[in-house]
C-alpha cells in the first residue's frame, strides 16, 4: 500500500503538471471505487489548478472553486501520460489538462478513491479527526508523550494510528522503532519523555529519508513517471527475519503486531 513517502513522491511528481493549468475534462471510465466517484468531479472541468496538496495519504488538487480528493488506496497510482494515449484495463479515471496531457489514476484493487470537496476540507469526515503531520512543527516528542499517557497499546500500533499522528505506517513504524531503540510490543504509556523525542525524530528522519530516494516499492508502488522508489534498498529491519541486526549482529525476529508484521532485534531494541 502506498504510504506517506509514497504519496509525497506522487504529489511533487504531478504537481508541476497541474499547478495552474486547466482541467479541461474528467473522464471517469469505472466510478466503482472504494466509494462511488460521484457526479459532481465534473465541477472541476474549466478550472485552473492553484495548488496539489497533499494531507496525510490523500492529494488534495485545489482548484479555483472546490478540491479534487483522491486517494491511492491498496494498490492506486497515477501516471502523465500524452492525450489519446490507449487505456489500459485498470486505468479508472483521466484528468485532462489543456496542455495535451492526461492525469491517469490506474487502480488494479480499486480500493483508491476520488471525490469531490465543495467548502472546507478540513471539516470533511475523512480528514476532521486526523492526527498531525510527521513532517510539521505540531510533531514532536513531548506531542506524543502527552498523548501516550496511561495508554498500554504496543507502541508500534500507537504511531501508526491515523488519530495520533498521519502516515507512519507498516514499514516506516518498523524502521523508526529499531532507530530509536524502543521494542515494538512496549506499551506506549511506559515509555518516557526522552525516548519519545528519539522516536519522534527518527520518525521524521526515515520519512524524509524515503521522501529523498522516492518511496519503498515493495510490491505495486512507482511514482508518477514510472519509477520505482529506491528506499528499499536502505531497509534495517523491515522484511528481514532471521538476517543479522545490522548493529549487534544478532538474527532479527518478525511477529504480528496489531494484525501487521513487525521486525526488529530484540538486543538492541527494549
Not at 486526523?130 to 516528542?141: I, K, Q, T, V
Not at 518498523?174 to 510490543?185: D, K, M, N, T, Y
Not at 529519508?209 to 510490491?219: C, D, F
Amino acid at each position: 500500500m502506498p504510504e506517506l513517502p509514497e504519496v509525497e513522491t506522487t504529489r511533487r511528481g504531478i504537481e508541476p503538471h497541474l499547478k495552474g493549468r486547466r482541467m479541461d475534462a474528467v473522464e471517469v471510465r469505472d466510478s466503482r471505487l472504494r466509494w462511488p466517484v460521484p457526479d459532481a468531479v465534473q465541477q472541476a472541468c474549466g478550472q485552473r489548478v492553484r495548488a496539489v496538496e497533499r494531507r496525510a495519504k490523500y492529494l488534495l488538487i485545489r482548484l479555483e472553486s472546490g478540491t479534487l480528493m483522491l486517494h491511492l488506496g491498496m494498490s492506486g497510482s497515477l501516471r502523465v501520460v500524452p492525450a489519446g494515449h490507449e487505456p489500459g484495463k485498470h486505468d479508472h479515471v483521466d484528468l485532462h489538462i489543456d496542455n495535451g496531457q492526461l492525469i491517469r489514476f490506474n487502480d488494479p484493487r480499486r480500493f483508491g478513491s476520488l471525490l469531490w470537496l465543495e467548502s472546507n476540507d478540513k471539516d470533511h469526515p475523512l480528514l476532521s479527526n486526523l492526527g498531525p503531520e510527521p513532517l510539521s512543527a505540531d510533531f514532536s516528542g513531548d506531542y506524543l508523550w502527552q498523548c501516550s499517557r496511561h495508554r498500554r497499546v504496543a507502541i508500534k500500533s500507537f504511531v501508526m494510528n491515523g488519530h495520533i499522528v498521519v502516515g507512519v505506517g507498516n514499514i516506516y513504524a518498523s524502521e523508526a522503532l529499531f532507530r530509536a531503540g524502543i521494542h515494538p510490543l512496549r506499551a506506549a504509556g511506559r515509555i518516557s519523555k526522552l525516548r519519545y523525542q528519539w522516536l519522534a525524530s527518527s520518525i521524521r528522519d526515515v520519512l524524509e529519508e524515503a521522501i529523498r530516494q522516492g518511496g519503498t516499492t515493495l510490491r505495486d508502488f512507482a511514482s508518477s513517471d514510472g519509477q520505482p522508489g529506491y528506499f528499499g534498498q536502505d531497509l534495517a529491519v523491515y522484511g528481514r527475519e532471521g538476517l543479522p541486526c545490522i548493529q549487534c549482529q544478532s538474527p532479527l525476529r518478525q511477529r504480528r503486531i496489531g494484525q501487521r508484521a513487525s521486525y526488529y532485534c530484540s538486543k538492541c531494541q527494549r
